[in-house]
């Protein structure tokens, strides 16, 4: 790791540990939780999208199965309540990447658009199947989790921003780990050209499918955390198509493929789409407002904030030695 | 035996209005390789138009598709001047398929602001009325529907044959880059048909409202059929389009009847990824290559 990258990671934690105690009123660490998550999210997002080049839109999909399997386990096998929910997280994560294996072979057998759209249906396939599994999920009528009684009233959200901030981290470091491994070469290589990878001898599919199961992995655990802190999950809320686009939005407003960007995305857009649900929600027009977020986003910064400051560092860089090489000569 | 055959005939009616939305998808992914994931969304906008317009100016949905179709024409060139054609480089696939999904959820919050969200049908008098032939009940909203579908489908099939702007169109679907140096104005025919591609949902989603109550939120269901539509016929292909189309109204049809409406959709997403396990191009696709 460079200076400047353990310097930055060093004030990320500081920042990401410091927050709740600073800003102690509930309603703030609250948009903390939810930064976290989509945070969370994105990165996530970005480690199979941003690195290989194949769009997923169907990660929401493993994040309501992730809080599903978080609730079912509760009713049927009852894993106590306090913080030792967050201990089976790991386990939740890797159940759910495992058991999406088979779909994501079938997916990966597709190209491009095909994958993209391939992977959206998988969102509606496990919406379906939470409102139709009625004798486990209970449909549309939702399930219910136990409600933490151990955690204090006035601190009650800071476990649940510590899980997530957890979970954040895991994500992060995992991105940093592929992006200096040899797997994330071989991730960049598919992305790039995937024949040519291919034709190098290349192993393109594992390639795909282990960062797939990275990114299930933290997405579920993220899924879990959520139905925990949200204490009541139905099949409209846990596999929402809002909450993918903006996921989606993050990392392309904070640069695709870059380490941080997804949390800078997330950090800029958590708190505006609160306030805009908040200022805006009753009436639906937020739905307006976050579309015309979208649309500026891809539009004027379709590479996002980190590779156009990166770009303009650059120019900026060249133009002062093209101008030093001058007055030299 | 009988239920069987009544629900065929059921699924193939749907289908066929089906097929003129997702015509209209597959067509435009075909010229610009743009997916408009809007799609849903823009036909449930003509659904709540012809609704307006048979509440207020009491004019009949059937008759509403030849004012909805020609505005929503307007509105699609306008879509593609400003939103599709500003993407460049080489992202702009990707790209395209999010910004028309921003520009689905803008509909449905305009929409959910002016109609609420109430679920709303068009209801004509003859909304109920069917005809029997052998013992089968057909519908006669949906029979229309069907009918109007398949005319309109084979003035589609005209003019990209016996027309030089349909030469132009798939001269630009095989080879943009030859088709513009032979003298195509390949922006011109890409926004022509972007409009042309969303005339096909207004007109099927001016029937639609007659068919099925909707909300504005009932565009996630359309575009989840039909993207996974264009998909099982092959991204491109109108012909595969239509028989997907049908496929997945018969399916869905069948598995209603037969075993329970609430799996009817799902059915339909499990026969796409047994197809996909087979042939990942679906019924008539060319294999992509990666971005």
Redesign the interface.
């Known amino acids: 790791m460079t200076r400047t990258g353990l310097l930055r990671a060093a004030a990320f934690l500081a920042v990401g540990i410091a927050f709740p105690f600073v800003f102690s009123p509930a309603w703030l660490v609250n948009i903390g939780v939810l930064t976290l998550m989509y945070a969370a999210l994105a990165t996530s997002w970005n480690l199979f999208s941003g690195y290989t080049g194949y769009i997923t839109l169907g990660q929401v999909a493993f994040f309501g199965l992730g809080a599903y399997t978080l609730a079912i386990t509760f009713e049927h096998y009852g894993i106590g309540s306090g913080y030792n929910p967050f201990y089976v997280l790991p386990l939740v994560g890797a159940g759910v990447a495992f058991a999406s294996m088979p779909v994501a072979w079938i997916a990966l057998r597709t190209r491009a658009m095909t994958f993209a759209i391939v992977t959206l249906t998988l969102l509606f396939i496990v919406q379906q199947l939470a409102f139709n599994l009625h004798s486990v999920t209970h449909g549309s009528s939702g399930l219910m989790l136990p409600t933490p009684t151990t955690f204090g009233v006035s601190t009650y959200d800071d476990p649940f921003y510590f899980a997530m901030l957890g979970i954040l981290c895991i994500a992060l470091l995992l991105c940093w780990g592929v992006l200096r491994s040899k797997l994330g070469l071989m991730l960049l290589a598919v992305r790039e050209d995937e024949e040519k990878a291919r034709g190098l001898g290349i192993r393109v599919t594992g390639a795909k499918l282990i960062a797939w199961w990275l990114h299930v992995f933290v997405t579920a655990m993220v899924g879990a955390v959520w139905a925990y802190y949200l204490t009541f999950i139905y099949p409209e809320s846990s596999v929402d198509p809002l909450v993918m686009i903006g996921a989606v939005l993050m990392t392309f407003l904070g640069g695709r493929g870059t380490l941080w960007g997804p949390v800078i995305g997330a950090v800029v857009l958590v708190p505006a789409q609160q306030y805009m649900l908040l200022h805006l929600g009753g009436s639906q027009l937020y739905l307006v407002g976050y579309s015309a977020v979208f649309v500026v986003v891809l539009l004027l910064l379709p590479r996002g904030i980190l590779p156009s400051l990166r770009d303009g560092v650059t120019r900026t860089r060249e133009r002062r030695r093209t101008r030093l090489e001058a007055a030299a000569s | 035996m009988h239920q069987v055959v009544q629900a065929v005939i059921l699924g193939v009616l749907i289908g066929g209005v089906y097929a003129l939305m997702a015509s209209g998808l597959t067509l435009v ?1 075909g010229i610009m ?1 743009v ?1 408009n994931v809007a799609q849903g969304a823009l036909v449930i906008l003509a659904a709540y138009l012809s609704y307006a317009l048979f509440s207020h100016a009491h004019i009949d949905p059937f008759l509403s598709v030849l004012i909805v179709t020609p505005a929503m024409f307007v509105l699609g060139v306008l879509v593609q001047i400003v ?1 599709v054609r ?2 460049r ?1 080489s ?1 702009s ?3 395209s ?3 028309t ?6 509909i ?3 929409l ?2 002016i109609f609420k ?1 109430t679920y709303r049908a068009t209801s004509p008098s003859y909304a109920d009325k069917t005809l029997t032939v052998f013992g089968y009940q057909f519908g006669f909203v949906r029979l229309m529907a069907f009918i109007g579908s398949g005319v309109l489908l084979v003035l589609l099939s005209l003019l990209l044959t016996r027309t030089r702007f349909g030469r132009a169109v798939r001269a630009t679907v095989q080879n943009p880059t030859a088709a513009t140096l032979l003298g195509v104005d390949a922006n011109r025919v890409q926004t022509l048909s972007f409009g042309l591609g969303v005339s096909m949902a207004a007109a099927a989603g001016a029937v639609y409202g007659v068919i099925y109550p909707f909300n ?1 939120g009932s565009h ?1 269901d359309l575009i ?1 059929r039909l ?2 539509i ?2 099982l016929g092959g ?1 491109g292909s109108l012909g595969g389009a239509v028989l997907a189309s049908l496929v997945m109204g018969v399916t869905e049809a069948v598995v209603a009847v037969e075993w329970k409406p ?2 009817a ?2 059915s339909y ?1 499990i026969v ?2 047994v197809v ?2 087979v042939r ?3 019924f008539f ?1 060319v ?5």
């Open positions: 992914f390789r997916i939103f500003s993407l480089g992202d696939e990707e790209l398929l999010l910004v999904w921003a520009l689905a959820l803008g449905e919050g305009v959910s602001v969200t504005p996630y989840s993207l996974s264009v998909v991204l609430t799996w959709a799902f997403f796409l990824i996909l396990l990942p191009q679906g696709g294999r992509e290559r990666a971005l």
